[in-house]
């Protein structure tokens, strides 16, 4: 057998994997810068944190997140992991490096995490995120400005319609606590909540022995949806979780002053992971992406298994998902501002600099090259500039026109 | 919506729950019909349903409890539309119950089934080693023909494991049909979906009463 009968073919990737070309790197590219500078006009100051983690590290989490991690070993045989997720990674840094930091600390970061795919489902083994965490503020004020710097951050990246859906967890454990909920009931709940089953979560809740309201208001618990008449339900029937209320009523009033009113949904079904997050969980929808494209919460116990107890609030937010939905709302990518001039790269060399000293992208060709239309065809470049005896004609092709310009610096200028 | 055994029942319960079906009941070989008021309806397998709601191809879909253990979706279950009652069992050849003896001596159980993830978790929680040989239709051969010691399956009546000389020997779940919705979709349109869930539940309750 020849070695060609044994080899994938040329440009095989591993499942899971894949290349981004320049279209889509570009786009990426604008979300990402439009994230980072709504994060920075908040003072949140980027981390970084390596890719590769010691697993018994992200462990101390105790997230659950690791059991789709890549793993590998060091020369010792210890268990590395390539990080599944930011969240914890920067939790380290935070409760590790920033120690003696006087708080609150504010933080954001960007990058390449990696899960390992499942057969059969559409889903990528490295994802971009991005994120801010908030750290050492606790309180609804914190929540409010975590979920309003989410909304910004969308809204700076393009997504008009966003919808946040905001529970909280401590709602529920005030209410399963008050009600005497016994554990191994609690056990069946969380992980019917985990699952998203409302159906295993009624029977179980229907089961048990209490007062026809409170019964009624448990078994509909992660069904209750609307705005700070949740609250208001949930405080009416079970008063002992009153003070959980309260701080989500008085989030909701923040984001009411904030303009959030429309674009947030009450929702006490969103009960991820109960382990990690300790009181608001959010996540952020929009058309177009089957998934949350961010979500997060308050996890105040987190920074404390990395020996540094501290409140903390933040969100991740998955770029490609973000740049799906994106996409959708966009419609076809539009032309790129940017010249292909024939004779950049010979006889129009000083006109190739005037016009990228003027901020115009040129795309250089020789002025015998006749793949001018089909370059800026194949790349998105809006004009093809040629000289035409004593002057050059600029044909835009995003406009379908076609001038003659003895200036072409100011009338490109003129038609950004 | 599923096609198959539960795609009469499922089109009555919409209907009790005030949708408008009439494009479903016109039938044809159509795979994707849509009604007057908009709303779209995609027919589809069974075992598809969760992926095509899970990708938001479709915002909510009806499908059995047993397909749901045996796919994971990442999706809400919303409500127990009640019909399609049937049950995940381990059923083996008639006479004595040769499980603990196939264990015993060669430490480990052949099953065939179609649900191999179901299958899987429910003989390792009781402890016990299987060899699963995946099959995709005709489960009840697999005793008969010595491709494997026993089955997974669903049975509603029992009717044909008993014509198959086969016998029930373990219950793994219940299952009936179950109204999903995808993630995102399910905080979208929330209002429209809280409203159709209302309207199944009170249909699902006035059938049962």
């Known amino acids: ?416 | 919506m599923p096609l198959g055994a539960l795609y009469d029942d499922a089109i009555a319960v919409l209907e009790a729950a005030r949708v408008d079906v009439t494009p479903l009941r016109d039938g044809g070989r159509k795979l994707v019909f849509e009604a007057p008021d908009g709303t779209v309806f995609i027919t589809t397998r069974p075992s598809d349903v969760p992926t095509y709601v899970e990708a938001g191809a479709a915002d909510i879909g009806i499908v059995g409890r047993d397909v749901i253990n045996e796919r994971r979706p990442d999706v809400y279950e919303l409500l127990d539309l009640g019909f399609g009652e049937c049950r995940m069992v381990y059923a083996t050849a008639a006479g004595e119950d040769r499980t603990g003896q196939i264990i015993a001596r060669l430490g480990v159980l052949r099953v065939a089934t179609k649900y191999p993830r179901v299958a899987e978790a429910y003989f390792t929680a009781t402890g016990r080693q299987v060899e699963l040989v995946k099959v995709n239709g005709s489960v009840e051969l697999g005793p008969i023909v010595g491709l494997s010691d026993g089955i997974v399956d669903l049975v509603a009546t029992g009717r044909t494991l008993r014509e198959n000389g086969l016998v029930e020997r373990e219950e793994l779940f219940g299952s009936s049909a179950r109204l999903i919705a995808n993630r995102v979709s399910h905080k979208l349109r929330a209002e429209d979906i809280d409203a159709l869930t209302a309207r199944l539940a009170q249909a699902v309750d006035t059938e049962g009463a």
């Open chain 1, 1 to 416: 057998m020849s070695p060609t009968d044994v080899s994938p073919p040329a440009g095989a990737l591993p499942s899971g994997a894949r290349d981004v070309l320049p279209v889509e790197a570009a786009e990426l590219r604008a979300v990402e810068n439009a994230l980072r500078a709504t994060f920075a006009r908040y003072g949140y100051r980027e981390v970084r944190t390596p890719v590769v983690e010691f697993a018994e590290q992200l462990e101390r989490a105790n997230s659950g997140g690791l059991e789709r991690a890549f793993r590998l070993f060091d020369q010792a045989g210890r268990v590395l992991v390539l990080r599944p997720d930011l969240t914890i990674p920067v939790a380290r840094l935070i409760a590790t490096r920033l120690a003696d930091h006087p708080g609150p600390i504010r933080v954001s970061y960007t990058g390449p995490s990696f899960r390992v795919p499942q057969p059969g489902r559409p889903v990528a083994s490295e994802h971009r995120q991005a994120g801010a965490e908030l750290v050492g503020a606790d309180g609804p004020e914190a929540d409010a400005e975590s979920v309003l710097l989410l909304r910004e951050a969308l809204g700076a990246a393009g997504l008009e319609q966003i919808r946040i859906g905001v529970g909280d967890v401590s709602v529920t454990e005030a209410v399963l606590g008050a009600l005497a909920v016994p554990a191994d009931v609690r056990a069946r709940l969380a992980r019917a909540a985990e699952e998203r089953d409302l159906v295993a979560w009624r029977r179980e809740a229907s089961l048990l022995p209490l007062g026809d309201a409170e019964r009624e208001l448990l078994a509909g618990l992660p069904a209750m949806r609307g705005h700070a008449d949740v609250f208001t339900r949930v405080a009416a029937v079970v008063p002992d979780a009153a003070p959980e209320c309260a701080r989500m009523t008085r989030l909701l009033t923040l984001l009411d002053r904030e303009g959030l009113r429309d674009d947030v949904l009450v929702d006490l079904g969103i009960l991820r992971d109960w382990q990690y997050y300790s009181g608001l969980v959010i996540e952020a929808y929009a058309a177009g992406a089957a998934l949350p494209v961010a979500q997060g919460g308050r996890y105040d116990g987190l920074a404390a298994r990395f020996g540094t107890p501290r409140p903390a609030v933040g969100f991740t937010i998955e770029l490609e998902l973000l740049h799906r939905a994106l996409a959708g709302v966009n419609g076809a990518p539009r032309p790129v501002f940017g010249v292909v001039l024939v004779g950049g790269l010979d006889d129009e060399l000083e006109l190739a600099s005037e016009l990228r000293s003027g901020g115009i992208p040129v795309i250089a060709l020789t002025s015998t090259d006749t793949r001018a239309d089909a370059l800026a065809d194949a790349e998105g470049w809006r004009f093809v500039l040629v000289r035409d005896r004593d002057v050059f004609r600029i044909d835009d092709r995003a406009a379908g026109t076609s001038a003659r310009s003895a200036r072409p610096l100011e009338d490109l200028s003129s038609l950004r």
